[in-house]
């Protein structure tokens, strides 16, 4: 009997748990350990923060998304020792066969200077549901959305959120008396999706009146004057500002001897193995640089995204059952990844193509339309949904929508 242990029961290590446990088929322990004993759908928080959505409509148990056999261990992982096949979480020591680290990214907005609890974000639960509140109360005036650093994230989020603001607005009647801009450090929006999705999303941008202002490194900002500072030298006044936070990897990263200098964990781009054969990283915790891809001085990286997250999984799951079973290990991770782009008014784009593409990743547009909405709220219905009846009624639909648009839908 093996032991597969899997740290954190986010998207990655659902899949991971999952896909091993239908693979397995019994007779091995899958152990999930994850400190919160509740998940939440994070491309929701979108929704909390345009009202769309409550917060209980985005939450569920964990159990409920894991099948049965496996044990989930509700604890924060505090050490993980590769050298010694051992984690250490709760106080308790926990011996594996394979290790998944799938603990995602944590954030970190107390590395912005000047940060204090004026300034909001969407990018958690609480803090979207904050932001709903005082969008509602907004009168008027200059709306800032600032991408603090990178790597962030999902990198459609951020877009996504500047036309919700606006369409918020504009259900409001408000668009005339709100202006609102979006700054990055970024060249172009979504520089790791290539040049071609980069210009369509800033034509989107441009239609709803939202400014664009690319290459802005924020250096501070002065909560009392509401003043942002860029580049060392560009100021920008706001009344409200919204901040996609500094992102790190999780402390226990640090001490485990996995991470590399920027704090995240190397792996091989086609297996996810880190440098120990049975010790595998996945999803947003793990960096993958992109063939070619510098920005401006820096490799960029594989964005963190739960379509990644999702397709690691598989790869990693696949691989682990192939080699209890004694066959050959030969799953790869290929970066063909999508995402539905919310564009407001119940209208999205979906972004398609390969994220490991040369010269740049080749990721187009499709055209925006009620179909990709409609395709992310059933593909959130079917992410939580429990096992049984409607998961599976959810999937069909998923799937067959794919079929009908030529699109492959794999879940
Ligand atoms: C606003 C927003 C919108 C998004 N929209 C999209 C989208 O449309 N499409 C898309 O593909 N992606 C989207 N994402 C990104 C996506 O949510 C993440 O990339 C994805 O969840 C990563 O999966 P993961 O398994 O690596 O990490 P996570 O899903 O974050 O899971 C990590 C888990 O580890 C747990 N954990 C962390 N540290 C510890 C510890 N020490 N001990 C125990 N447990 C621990 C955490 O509690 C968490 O449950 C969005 C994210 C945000 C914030």
């Given amino acids: 009997m093996k032991t597969i242990v899997i740290l954190g029961g986010g998207v990655g290590g659902i899949v991971t748990a999952n896909e091993l446990s239908n693979r397995l088929g019994g007779g091995h322990k899958i152990i999930v350990i994850e400190k919160n ?9 979108l929704w909390l923060m345009n009202g769309a959505r409550k917060k209980k409509q985005i939450i569920v148990p964990l159990k409920s998304l ?25 106080e308790k020591e926990y011996r594996y066969d394979f290790l998944v680290i799938a603990l995602g990214a944590d954030l970190a907005p107390e590395k912005i200077q000047g940060w204090d609890d004026s300034i909001q974000t969407y990018y958690t639960l609480e803090g979207a549901a904050r932001l709903h509140e005082k969008l509602t109360n907004f009168p008027g005036g200059k709306v800032a959305l600032v991408i603090a650093s990178m790597p962030y994230k999902c990198p459609g989020a951020p877009h996504e959120g500047a036309m919700l603001i606006e369409d918020f607005f504009r259900a409001k009647g408000l668009q005339e008396k709100v202006e609102i801009s979006l700054f990055t450090p970024e060249p172009q929006p979504l520089p790791v999706a290539g040049p071609e999705l980069g210009n369509a999303v800033k034509g989107m941008l441009e239609k709803k009146g939202i400014h664009f202002h690319p290459s802005m490194n924020l250096n501070s900002v002065d909560t009392k004057s509401k003043q942002l500072l860029f580049n060392g030298k560009d100021t920008f006044g706001y009344d409200l500002l919204v901040v996609i936070p500094p992102h790190q990897a999780p402390s226990v990263i640090g001490k485990s001897g996995l991470a590399n200098a920027s ?14 054969e049975n010790v595998f990283a996945i999803g947003d915790v793990a960096s993958i640089p992109l063939p070619g891809r510098w920005i401006p001085d820096k490799p960029m990286t594989l964005p963190k995204a739960g379509v990644f997250a999702h397709l690691q999984a598989d790869v990693v799951a696949k691989n682990i059952a192939h080699k209890i079973g004694g066959e050959k290990a030969d799953e790869k991770f290929c970066a063909d990844g999508y995402c539905m782009l919310e564009a407001g008014e119940d209208l999205a784009g979906f972004a398609y193509g390969d994220f490991f593409g040369e010269p740049h990743p080749q990721v187009q547009l499709k055209q925006i339309g009620r ?7 059933l593909f959130e219905k079917w992410w939580l ?27």
């Fill in 263 to 276: 704090g995240w964990i190397d792996v091989n781009p086609a297996s996810l193995q880190t440098k120990y």
């Fill in 371 to 377: 179909k990709w909405h409609i395709g992310k709220v």
């Fill in 385 to 411: 949904s429990p096992f049984g009846f409607k998961k599976t009624l959810y999937k069909k639909l998923l799937q067959e929508g794919g079929r009908l648009i030529g699109i492959p839908v794999k879940l």
């Fill in 37 to 45: 004993s509740e998940h939440t759908f994070a491309p929701s928080y």
């Fill in 66 to 90: 894991l099948k049965e056999d496996i044990e989930v261990v509700n604890a924060g992982v505090s050490e993980i020792v590769p050298a010694e096949q051992k984690v250490i979480a709760g």
